[in-house]
């Protein structure tokens, strides 16, 4: 919201210097954006009221005048014009050398084809007043001569730009802003502005229109006053400055009167040209479905009956609260006027303008919800300026139609309440001046709620809001909570993925953060079969990019295409890891979206091997003994160098993949649930004695079948290994003579140890014999000596 | 034969080898089988019985001496030798190290922990929450209107008409209520969505963590203090902190807030940070609106009042590291991970 601080001070009047008051403002709930200078940036002086005593044609210009014009020194100056729209006797803003523009251009005495000029006859747009740059301003003749012009003309005006919050549509308008600029600055606030006009049009309202609400719902009060003899024409100046000021662009003077009204007051009104309106009626009803309508701004739209409309006897002649129709616009020839001041139901006016796609200044204000008893207010402002500013006559009585209105609630505050939630201790005067300058009337113990704050403030906690805001949200103190009884903590999930984290960067890898979201072709990238549950992804009704429509399923594709970039940047090796949700239709409301990790390697040094040993390290670190490594049947994978382990999968990638995601040579990917990787609580793990009895070591190479994994090995050794096997691990794996062909030769360290007596070799001895006769027998295995 | 000047002359020689083999030689001289004192010694027993003890203790104490002056020259000569070898076994420790592999953490998950630790360290529990959501949990019991302009569709994703793409981390605060009665401290963090065009300071998804604190006697003043304290760990131990009234649908009064601008004195003016104003704003919160205790059970706001916030992690790191486009956190490359990991 745009307040032009002239227009603000007619309403309350205050010394603080402006940037202290857009502080005080921001610190009461009101926050200052910005603070703008308009106009005239500096030397006001040179500015003056001016009037032609002489106009000539300039003798080598055709297109140009010669004048002399008094500005009140009794020294006539010789000025160079290239306007036409005005004589000798003309009444016109000055801007003498040394003058500095709106634009910033700095005016000299110059020399226009060989003559003088000693200033500068204004438009307008020159003084950034509005868009007439056709002529030059042409002012009232009562105006004093050597005046200056700012004393009759915002030719420069500060502009206190705030922020207004969802809750406060009040807060839209110059006069909304007063009284939170009173209630800041504890000052008196002027009397609603508008004061109501003699009737002096012939007849009654009732001679010039009829009118019926059909949709209550949609418009709780409607009400319109008739002009006669109206002469449209361009605002007065000072008119046209404020509207500037507030950001609208000046139109005509009734267009104007009814911006002016939104501005000042925040009811945002409408001008019917009455003689337009067909039967002279007006019908507040929901458009026919398709109904269409061409508004003012020349679009042509389709509506549907949750649309409200303004008809006559045959068509719409206004959108309700978002745009008038063309064919009744107000032009120049208009002369009888319709004004409306309604109330429009707040959600049904944003849908209409969501769905017709128009936002207007009146919808911004609508949609939040208005208060309808803004109406009176409205009414007697606009006909004041219309009988001023456009020579109207009003017709005497108002159409007002409306059911019974809201009336605001009546909402008590206890003392202790307030101090116990906001930590601070107030005065019984405090918390009255506050509220009584916002605009609440005290009633039995109790605070009666204005009603442009009705829907806002309806209960105790909102009271306190008040206070507080304009009490002075600095007084409240810092001060600590005791924090939860049973003490801070990480909490189960977190924990769990920080130690991940923690293992992954220790392997070496990097993390990364990737997008949730996929588009649709992923899952063909990564040759998901059909059926594939990954394949069912849960799905964007409203996506904003084809590149965005589901979220993923699985993590490690995204990390590809890090990969891919770091790789075209130039690094030799990437490997790199994230850990995240994924998400799984589940038959629920809520899909399943269980956290993974997932990991790749690329470039140098990639590998099944290089990768398998991350995921080790993971299990390793959450002592999950019993994962098997199989080989995997995943469409992504490599078939021949992939597992799948637990939940997930590790393997190098299929090239068919790699070459969808731009990747060269080799890359390998794992992926598994954050959940697996949980292991045994804590307390669960308990003291063994693995220090005061030395281990037995022994090494063993066994030949057996080239089908046989190691894995099926470790697996027989220990099954058949005894209780005082520690550990087998796979340190050689050997072909070529003298072991056959076809067969391989692995070997093994064994490593015997108990916790409660020294083995002995013959123990040893005895166990290691077991083993070779199970690998014998089950593997079909022959001790290589 | 003069014992005494035997010794002192052998001392000083035994003391002036220059290195093992010489000393080797000079000890064979003085103390091998053909030395005087050695043959004195074994002439000892020629000696008339009331000499030979005098003159035996005389020539012992004299053997003994030079065995202990040949020792001591022995080791230092030996360490000398040690020195001298060591001295010439150089390497250029300006070389690099043999490199281990390293991997970075992410800047966002840094500051993610770093503000999660802050207030497990202020006795917040730390709990997760589902990135879908239902509309219920993200909006209805967060008190947002039914015509509250976030639910549109052009400002949220949807997966069905009540389930979306949560658009912070408040419905956490509803979740945890639900979970459990009061007292609540609870901190929560993780990825939220809105439909927001990317720029350098917004991206369509981000990262939030969400604060609640529900007890007896909480105030806004305890919110002012836990965010004031927050503050300074995250930014610093000399900033303060600012509130000012504002309007969330979830809290009641709703404030947002500012730190004092930590760039001013890093970077001299005018500050692009603060544009000069000397706060810098960095998130939201307020009082929980009594209305969300309606949704849930065991909460009576005559009796326990709460405090609420939420703030934006990308933000934050942002902030904290002079990032000048937020973007940059989600594009993994390596270079930018690697100035912070
Ligand atoms: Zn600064």
């Known amino acids: 919201m745009r307040v032009p601080v002239s227009w603000l001070r007619e309403y309350v009047s205050f010394d603080t210097p402006l940037p202290e008051l857009g502080e005080l403002m921001s610190m009461t709930g009101t926050k200052l954006e910005a603070l703008h200078r308009r106009g005239v940036p500096r030397g006001l002086e040179l500015y003056r009221v001016g009037r032609v005593l002489t106009r000539e044609q300039h003798p080598n210009a055709d297109r140009l005048s010669l004048c002399t014009v008094d500005v009140g020194d009794g020294d006539p100056r010789q000025i160079v014009c290239g306007a036409s729209n005005f004589d000798a006797g003309a009444t016109v803003a000055v801007a003498l050398p040394g003058a500095v523009l709106p634009d910033g251009t700095e005016l000299r005495i110059a020399k226009l084809r060989g003559v003088e000029s000693h200033g500068m006859m204004l438009s307008e747009s020159e003084l950034d007043l509005g868009q007439d740059h056709a002529g030059i301003m042409l002012l009232p003749d009562d105006w004093s001569v050597g005046d200056a012009l700012i004393d009759h003309l915002a030719i420069a005006e500060d502009v206190l730009e705030f922020e207004i919050t969802s809750n406060r549509p009040d807060c839209q308008n110059v006069y909304g802003i007063a009284r939170e600029v009173s209630a800041a600055l504890d000052a008196d606030l002027g009397p609603w502005p508008g004061a109501e006009p003699e009737a002096t049009g012939s007849g009654s309202v009732e001679d010039h229109v009829t009118a019926r609400i059909d949709a209550p719902d949609l418009c709780p009060r409607w009400a319109g006053r008739v002009f006669t003899g109206v002469k449209v024409g361009p605002s007065p100046p000072w008119l046209k400055a404020r509207i ?106 944003q849908r209409s303008s969501i769905r017709l796609g128009l936002r207007t200044e009146g919808s911004s204000r609508w949609e939040k919800g208005l208060d309808p008893h803004l109406v009176p207010h409205a009414l007697a402002l606009a006909s004041q300026l219309m009988v001023a500013l456009t020579g109207a006559e009003l017709v005497p009585g108002t159409v007002d139609l409306h059911g019974e209105l809201p009336q ?134 409203n996506p904003m990019s084809a590149e965005w429509t589901a979220m993923r399923t699985l993590i490690f594709p995204g990390l590809l295409h890090s990969a891919r970039t770091n790789l075209a940047m130039g690094q030799a090796a990437v490997a790199m890891f994230e850990v995240g949700h994924v998400f799984l239709r589940s038959g629920e409301a809520l899909p399943d979206q269980p956290a993974r990790a997932a990991g790749v390697l690329a470039g140098e040094g990639a590998g099944f091997f290089e990768a398998k040993g991350v995921v080790e390290a993971l299990l390793a670190a959450a002592r999950v003994e019993t994962a098997g490594f199989e080989p995997a049947d995943e469409p992504f994978l490599h078939p021949g160098r992939s597992a799948s382990v637990l939940d997930g999968f590790v393997g190098e990638l299929h090239p068919e993949v790699a070459a969808a995601y ?69 340190f050689d794996v050997y072909r070529g003579a003298p072991v056959p062909e076809g067969r391989k030769s692995v070997a093994l360290h064994l490593v015997f140890q108990s916790s409660e007596r020294t083995l002995t070799d013959a123990e040893g001895d005895a166990a290691r014999e077991r083993i070779v006769a199970a690998l014998a027998a089950e593997l079909g295995g022959e001790l290589r000596e | 034969m003069d014992v005494d000047a035997l010794v002192s002359e052998a001392t000083a020689r035994i003391e002036a080898a220059r290195d093992v083999a010489a000393l080797e030689e000079i000890r064979i001289e003085v103390l091998g089988r053909k030395a005087p004192l050695v ?170 963590i969400e604060g609640l604190v529900v007890d007896r006697g909480i105030t806004l003043a305890h919110l002012k203090g836990t965010l004031l304290g927050f503050a300074r760990a995250i930014f610093g131990a000399e900033r303060e902190v600012r509130l000012r009234p504002h309007f969330f649908p979830f809290t009641e009064p709703s404030v947002e807030v500012d730190v004092s601008c930590f760039n001013c004195a890093r970077d001299g003016s005018p500050c692009r940070v603060c544009k000069g104003e000397g706060w810098v704003e960095i998130l939201g919160a307020g009082m929980v609106d009594p209305n969300l205790y309606g949704y849930v059970d065991g909460y009576d706001p005559e009796e326990v009042s709460g405090f609420a916030f939420g703030l934006g992690v990308e933000r934050v790191a942002g902030l904290r590291h002079d990032i000048p486009d937020i973007r940059l956190l989600w594009e993994n490359d390596l270079r930018f991970t690697g100035q912070f990991g």
């Open chain 1, 244 to 349: 500037a000021a507030a950001g609208m662009r000046p139109i005509s003077n009734v267009v104007d009167i009814t911006n002016y009204v939104m501005l000042a007051i925040g009811e945002p009104t409408h001008a019917f040209d009455l003689d337009k309106v067909a039967g002279r009626e007006i019908i507040v009803r929901r458009a026919r479905d398709s109904e269409a309508v061409t508004t003012l701004d020349g679009q042509a739209r389709t509506l549907d009956t949750d649309v409200l409309v303004i008809a006559d006897a045959e068509r719409p002649s206004a959108i309700a609260g978002l745009m008038g129709a063309e064919w009744s616009e107000v032009t120049d020839g208009t002369t009888t006027v319709l004004i409306e001041c309604a109330n429009f139901d707040g959600p049904s006016t």
């Open chain 1, 408 to 541: 605001p609630p009546v909402v008590g505050l206890r003392k202790e309440r307030l101090e116990a939630l906001i930590g601070v201790a107030y005065t019984d005067r405090e918390i009255e001046r506050a509220l009584t300058r916002l605009g609440y009337e005290p009633q039995d113990g109790r605070w009666l709620v204005p009603t442009w704050r009705a829907a806002d403030t309806t209960r105790e906690v909102d009271l306190i809001e008040e206070v507080m805001r304009i009490a002075g949200i600095e007084r409240v103190p810092a001060e600590m909570p005791g924090g939860h009884p049973g003490g801070g903590r990480l909490g189960e999930d977190e924990v769990l993925r920080r130690q991940v984290v923690g293992v992954l960067r220790g392997a070496g890898l990097t993390e990364a953060a990737t997008l949730t979201l996929w588009d649709a072709g992923v899952p063909d990238r990564l040759r998901l079969a059909s059926g594939d549950a990954r394949r069912d992804l849960v799905e964007i009704q």
């Open chain 1, 662 to 730: 731009g990747l060269e040579g080799t890359a390998a990917v794992f992926e598994l649930g954050v959940d697996v990787l949980r292991g045994p609580p804590r307390e669960e793990v308990l003291y063994r004695d693995v220090t005061s009895f030395p281990p037995l070591r022994q090494d063993i190479a066994v030949v057996v079948g080239e089908d046989v994994p190691a894995g099926r090995i470790v697996e027989v050794v220990r099954a058949s290994g005894g209780a005082e096997l520690a550990a087998v691990d796979v």
């Open chain 2, 39 to 208: 043959q004195a010694l074994r002439e000892l027993a020629s000696l008339p019985p009331d000499e030979r003890r005098a003159r035996g203790d005389e020539l012992n104490r004299a053997r003994r001496s030079l065995e202990g002056v040949v020792d001591e020259r022995a080791r230092e000569l030996r360490r000398r030798e040690l020195e001298e070898r060591l001295r010439t076994d150089r390497v250029d420790v300006t070389l690099p190290g043999v490199r281990h592999p390293r991997g970075y953490s992410h800047l966002i998950e840094q500051t993610r922990r770093d503000i999660l630790d802050v207030f497990v360290g202020f006795g917040y529990v730390v709990v997760d929450g589902p990135e879908i959501d239902l509309v219920h949990y993200n909006f209805d019991a967060l008190n947002h209107a039914p015509t509250h302009p976030s639910r549109q569709v052009t400002d949220t994703f949807y997966i069905a008409d009540d389930v979306v793409l949560r658009t912070h981390t408040s419905p956490v605060q509803i979740r945890t209520m639900e979970a459990g009665p009061p007292p609540v401290y609870m901190a929560t963090a993780g990825r939220c969505y809105r439909r927001d065009t990317p720029d350098a300071t917004h991206t369509a998804m981000f990262t939030q």
